[in-house]
């Protein structure tokens, strides 16, 4: 069966420093893989997807960005956090884009 | 611009009646419609899908429906029990403007169902 493993499940960091955070899909291949954010009061919101290894598209201009450096592997990274960039992570999957998508257990992110 | 909107932020009712969610849409025309559960501390977890030549699916004790006239879902929980509490979401597939195919989610509901 397929698996999502995100983490660490959750994180206080320093505004300035850098950020990493993985997640991981197993029994699966190729999947589209998709990070979003969900601030507090907020819906979801989606921040980057990828179709495949190395095809990252951003939905939004931010302070973060995303890798896949294999095909169930994808990262979320920042060179300097912001305070704004607190909020809930959260790495997902699917099959293909109208099928319906599986999320890891998010990663909580205070900035301070 | 494409949005989605569940216009009830909360919703209290009793145990054992109809809770009735709603997902309007505006700019879209979605051939699929998703609806998701997430609780605190959690991500969401997926709970059904209704297409557009469907008016109506069912599992267990949710039903959901989807108007592509009005721009509408409803998801009914019958029989509703303080374990349904949580936060539903809509979701749809934003095609488009740059996305192909990405899932696109409404604020949520959060449902409170009293013993």
């Known amino acids: 069966s397929q698996t999502i493993h995100q983490w660490p499940a959750t994180l206080v960091q320093p505004v300035g420093s850098p950020l990493s955070l993985e997640c991981t899909v197993e029994?699966?291949?190729?999947?589209?893989l998709y990070w979003y954010r969900q601030a507090a009061g907020r819906g979801l919101q989606l921040l980057f997807y990828?179709?495949?290894?190395?095809?990252i598209s951003s939905e939004v201009p931010q302070n973060l960005s995303a890798s896949r450096p294999q095909d169930r592997q994808f990262i979320l990274s920042s060179k300097k956090l912001l305070l704004s960039d607190s909020g809930f992570y959260l790495c997902?999957?699917?099959?293909?884009?109208?099928?319906?998508?599986?999320f890891g257990q998010g990663t909580r992110l205070t900035v301070v | 611009s494409q949005k989605i909107e569940q216009n009830s932020e909360a919703l209290n009712i009793q145990e054992g009646k109809t809770a009735t969610l709603t997902c309007n849409y505006t700019?879209?025309?979605?051939?699929?419609l998703q609806w998701y559960r997430q609780d605190p501390g959690r991500g969401p977890v997926f709970l059904l899908l209704?297409?557009?030549?469907?008016k109506e699916k069912r599992k267990e004790r949710l039903k959901v429906t989807f108007d592509t006239t009005l721009k509408q879902s409803l998801f009914h929980i019958t029989a509703s029990q303080p374990a349904d509490s949580a936060t539903y979401l809509c979701?749809?597939?934003?095609?488009?403007?740059?996305?192909?195919?990405?899932?696109?989610f409404g604020k949520g509901t959060k449902l409170s169902v009293k013993p």
């Open positions: 997902a999957w699917s099959v293909r884009p109208n099928t319906e998508a599986f």
């Open positions: 990828s179709v495949g290894i190395g095809q």
């Open positions: 979701a749809l597939v934003k095609i488009g403007g740059g996305s192909q195919g990405n899932l696109i």
């Open positions: 209704i297409r557009e030549n469907e």
């Open positions: 029994g699966t291949s190729n999947p589209n």
């Open positions: 700019n879209y025309s979605p051939a699929y």
